[in-house]
């Protein structure tokens, strides 16, 4: 029977699959339930998981006994415990299919880079960073949660954005645009009544995308705030380099997730010009256009044995995105 390689983005509102053969040809995708053990509970996470596979089956024509490997890229994994728990619960969805996992963050750098080596600052929903040498060395820097540290991710933009309407509004702190904006998107007679608002994942958006919209008019408050974004990937892509790669080399920085692919202004402006002023002619800054779903296929695809060419990789890129968007 024809084989086939399975991999998995598991995350907290949603959850990506893409199976590829053995020539490079992603041949299915599906997007389905958050599958995210931090959510569900391990028997929550493989019942969501067992029900996505057999959805990807079913979009491919294909049996489970098909797939010879699957690699997971999970939301949350990020303590030993975590791990440890992760290992049982993938192993019961699959006990006759060999796989591996690590945190989503590591296909993200594994899609970005093709060969893994560089770095990846992700800013979509939430934030996570990697980054890998040529000598295989990794390390990781935050990506955990808000109260741990982290600045990046919608979710904390929209807090930052939503305090500083208040305050600009209570005299806390400088006036902005923010207040007027938000109060008339949501529909608020005060900007006050913003808490009562849910961040849902279509509300955190809208207010990412009024502070985008206050940066570009040049609001003060606005324009802090993008410089703070700006500063705290600065640091986390200083401190990759300082720890994994030689001050001359050369390296990739693989920016992923929903708010660096929209590429909102004057944010990636001010960063990239930034980094090209600091590593010049050494940095290469991608950011891709597919999904880090590819990332997880990658590593199935080299930890079943075969080698990963630029050929197969190219070709699984454009496949993807071919299939994608039809």
């Known amino acids: 029977m024809k084989q086939y390689l399975l991999g998995v983005d598991i995350g907290n509102t949603k959850t990506q699959y893409a199976l590829a053969d053995t020539e490079g040809n992603i041949v299915a995708t599906v997007y389905d339930v958050g599958a995210s053990h931090e959510n569900l509970g391990p028997d929550g996470a493989g019942a969501a998981i067992t029900e ?20 997971y890229g999970a939301a949350g994994a990020d303590t030993a415990d975590d791990f440890k728990l992760l290992r049982k619960v993938y192993k019961k969805v699959t006990p006759n299919i060999p796989f591996d996992f690590e945190n989503d963050g590591y296909i993200a750098l594994k899609s970005g880079t093709i060969d893994g080596v560089g770095m990846l600052v992700t800013n979509g929903t939430s934030n996570t960073n990697f980054a890998m040498n040529a000598k295989g060395d990794l390390k990781r820097i935050g990506g955990l949660s808000f109260h741990t540290g982290d600045t990046l991710g919608a979710v904390n933009i929209a807090m930052f954005v939503c305090r500083a309407a208040i305050r600009g509004e209570d005299g806390r702190a400088c006036p902005t645009v923010i207040s007027r904006l938000i109060t008339g998107a949501f529909c608020l007679k005060e900007v006050e009544d913003i808490k009562n ?16 919209e206050a940066a570009r008019m040049g609001d003060g408050v606005a324009l802090e705030i993008t410089w703070m974004l700006v500063r705290e990937t600065l640091h986390i892509v200083d401190e990759f380099h300082r720890g994994l790669f030689k001050p001359g080399e050369n390296f990739k920085l693989v920016l992923d997730g929903s708010v660096f692919k929209q590429k909102y202004q004057p944010f990636m402006n001010m960063l990239e010009l930034c980094l090209n002023q600091k590593y010049k002619n050494r940095i290469k800054i991608v950011v891709p256009e597919w999904d880090p779903v590819l990332g997880a296929v990658f590593h199935a695809y080299e930890k079943s044995g075969h080698i990963l060419t630029r050929k197969i990789s190219d070709r699984m890129i454009k496949t993807y995105i071919k299939k994608e968007s039809s």
């Not at 996505?52 to 690699?71: D, H, M, R, S, T």
């Not at 608002?197 to 985008?212: A, G, H, R, S, T």
Request: proline share 6%.
């Open 52 to 71: 996505g596979i057999g959805k990807v089956l079913n979009a491919a024509g294909i049996k489970l006994e098909q797939i010879k490997y699957i690699y």
């Open 197 to 212: 608002v849910p961040l849902f994942p279509e509300n955190i958006q809208k207010v990412v995308e009024i502070f985008f």
